[in-house]
């Protein structure tokens, strides 16, 4: 695998300005206002949960979140001043494991909280009769309703950003074998659906940015790096949306090995690993400077960056090297830019040597998911529980008692 930094291609841009003397290279774009708000309202990327998109959301009140359990999932809520953990459903003596329950579900929804409102978005059933659709609820869990069913022929595809008065999603529609995806905006109003633009089907939706939906598709309509001996050779492109208009802006290109990336505060995170070792170029996507941090990581050849995420200035990642690391070949770690320490979270799963992942926030604390074991193997497997902490204590590697 290559571990040298490649020359990024920019093109001129709404978002970026003149850039700054540091890697990665980028060619000069004319100055550009610091972002905008669409006439919707403030658009915000809402799979917010860093390691588990889409299964979470977070609200001022509190954190929303989907348990699985054997044969049904509940819709469950995490008090954000008292921390009480709930099943959103005030029907008295209810046991929460049947239709008679307004927060269990048979199939688990992704959940995305805007404008005041939860909204559960469905795909198709399991069972394939059932159409995918979108509803609405009451941060109480009461007044649930459809917004939108999806045709049959419609798939929702994963990660949601809104505005208050919109939810935008990726949107697959098939009239054949092979599915035409398209940049979705959804009217919460009156629950109409507007096709933004057509993407390619390697496209995912990453975030937003300076009031732009920020997308990346690899490999694209290039006409090489087809094959899968060619994969860590794809190609990645980052584009921004307009979430008005649809107009499509090209940001920059890199390539499939040579960084891990986060959309995240209006900037754009690149982890990269020359000669071995962790380098971060952080763009700020407004101004189009950048700046560059040499962390004290080392990872081999065939080590990779995963699930990125941004709290209160520390980024934190876990670091995958085979053979490396509680067993499991993971690590996560937090870096502070503003000071340069570079520390170990040290949270793992007993078992599976896996680090305990983050779901969310709740308020300034930080929700996470730790298995629970009745045994010392992975049979012995019970369930997953919540846990709030303070950002502190998480740093320190700490959980309450």
């Known amino acids: 695998m290559k571990k040298r930094i490649l020359p990024l291609c920019l093109a001129v841009c709404l978002l970026l300005a003149a850039c700054g003397q540091t890697a990665p290279p980028a060619s000069t774009a004319q100055s550009a206002p610091a972002g905008f708000d669409t006439e919707a309202g403030q658009l915000e990327f809402l799979s917010a949960s860093p390691d588990n998109i889409g299964y979470g959301a977070e609200s001022e009140l509190g954190f929303y979140y989907i348990q699985d359990s054997t044969d049904h999932s509940n819709l469950r809520f995490i008090d954000g001043q008292s921390g009480q953990d709930v099943v959103l459903c005030s029907n008295p003596s209810c046991t929460h494991d049947s239709d008679a329950c307004p927060a269990c579900f048979y199939d688990s929804p992704y ?101 732009k939906l920020m997308i990346k598709t690899i490999g694209g309509d290039s006409a090489v790096n087809t094959s899968p001996e060619d994969f860590y050779t794809q190609r990645h492109t ?28 209006d900037s754009l995170y690149l982890l990269s690993a020359p000669e071995d070792k962790l380098h971060l170029a952080v763009r700020d996507l407004a101004s189009g400077s950048d700046t560059d941090y040499d962390l004290d990581l080392e990872t081999n050849e065939d080590g990779y960056a995963m699930s990125l995420s941004v709290h209160e200035g520390v980024l934190m990642f876990s670091l995958f090297g085979p053979g490396e690391g509680g067993g499991s070949g993971v690590q996560r770690w937090a870096f502070t830019p503003e000071t340069g320490e570079v520390r170990e979270i040290k949270l793992y799963d007993p078992v599976r040597g896996y680090p305990f992942q983050v779901m969310g926030t709740v308020g300034d604390k930080m929700v996470v998911q730790v298995p629970r074991y ?28």
Do not use: H
């Open 238 to 265: 980052l584009k921004a949306v307009d979430p008005a208009t649809g107009e499509v802006t090209p940001v920059l290109e890199w390539v499939q090995d040579e960084y891990w990336e986060l959309v995240a505060n």
């Open 111 to 211: 959940l995305a909280y805007t404008g005041g409102k939860l909204y559960l978005l469905f795909g198709t059933s399991a069972s394939g009769e059932e159409p995918g659709r979108v509803d609405v609820m009451e941060p109480d869990g009461s007044g649930r309703r459809t917004v939108y069913t999806f045709a049959a022929n419609q798939s929702f595809g994963g990660s949601v950003a809104g505005d208050g008065k919109n939810l935008y999603f990726l949107l697959a529609t098939y009239e054949g074998d092979f599915p035409t995806m398209s940049l979705a905006r959804l009217d919460l109003s009156d629950g109409s659906l507007t096709d933004l633009c057509e993407v390619d089907n390697s496209t995912f939706l990453m975030g937003t940015a300076c009031g």
């Open 374 to 401: 009745d045994g010392s193997d992975i049979s012995s497997f019970l369930q997953y529980d919540y846990v709030v902490c303070s950002w502190g204590d998480y740093l320190n590697s700490q959980l309450p008692e």
